[in-house]
């Protein structure tokens, strides 16, 4: 069974902090992984994607993968009240489809 | 880029009543489509996949009578619930992908909330 895990949170920050998200995964075929935000009641918006070892950074947003350790984070700098939301890692389920296996989401709060 | 337009957003009906929901992917092809369902505070559940011009795949525990999937072109799929009760109401929310393998994202559309009387 292809698991991805996240702590469920709440995660709470002050505004202006560095807030850190974090997931674990057991497929190591898989070599997709995509952060995604979602808002109470709204669909999942993409927020990054990473496929190599490393960081990916996009504007305050910073994604960092480590395969040997199959973790993956996404980094949220200058946390802002309208960050607030559920994060959801997700990761392909290997083979020819992009089908997602998602986590069950971390809520962020970033407290004004 | 990348829009999925889904709709309708929000549906009230009676217990019976079969309710369909468009998917669009309005400035790509979507090869694949992907339909989820949400309960309150828990996180998306695949229900089926959904390739142009073939059957959908669906996922273990999923009614393919119930949940009727049509994916007729490269820009529309079709989420139908057959004979709604209660138990049904829930967001189902439509994803579509442009193809070209496992690093491609999904884009949602903005999701339907079914609530059956």
């Known amino acids: 069974q292809k698991e991805v895990e996240q702590n469920s949170g709440p995660l709470s920050v002050p505004e202006g902090a560095i807030a850190s998200l974090n997931c674990t995964y057991s497929d190591r075929v898989s070599q997709s992984f995509f952060w995604y935000r979602q808002y109470s009641g709204k669909s999942p918006e993409l927020i990054m994607s990473i496929y190599s070892n490393g960081d990916k950074e996009d504007g305050r947003f910073t994604a960092q993968l480590n395969k040997a350790s199959q973790y993956v984070s996404l980094l949220i700098r200058d946390s802002q009240p309208s960050d607030s939301a559920t994060y959801l890692c997700?990761?392909?389920?290997?083979?020819?489809?992009?089908?997602?296996?998602f986590g069950t989401g971390t809520l962020l709060a970033v407290q004004p | 880029g990348a829009v999925v337009s889904q709709h309708p957003s929000r549906v009230i009906c009676k217990s019976g009543t079969s309710v369909k929901i468009e998917c669009r992917s309005l400035?790509?092809?979507?090869?694949?489509m992907f339909w989820y369902r949400q309960f309150p505070k828990k996180s998306l559940m695949l229900m089926a996949t959904?390739?142009?011009?073939?059957?959908?795949?669906?996922e273990q525990g999923v009614e393919k009578d119930k949940f009727l999937i049509n994916h007729a072109s490269l820009t529309l799929s079709t989420l139908t619930v057959t004979s709604a009760h209660p138990e049904d109401s829930s967001f189902y929310i439509c994803?579509?992908?442009?193809?070209?393998?496992?690093?491609?994202?999904?884009?949602f559309g903005d999701g339907t909330r079914l609530s059956i009387l």
């Open positions: 959904s390739n142009e011009g073939s059957k959908a795949t669906y």
């Open positions: 400035d790509f092809q979507a090869t694949t």
């Open positions: 997700a990761q392909t389920g290997g083979g020819a489809t992009n089908k997602l296996i």
């Open positions: 994803s579509a992908s442009g193809g070209g393998g496992p690093n491609q994202p999904q884009h």
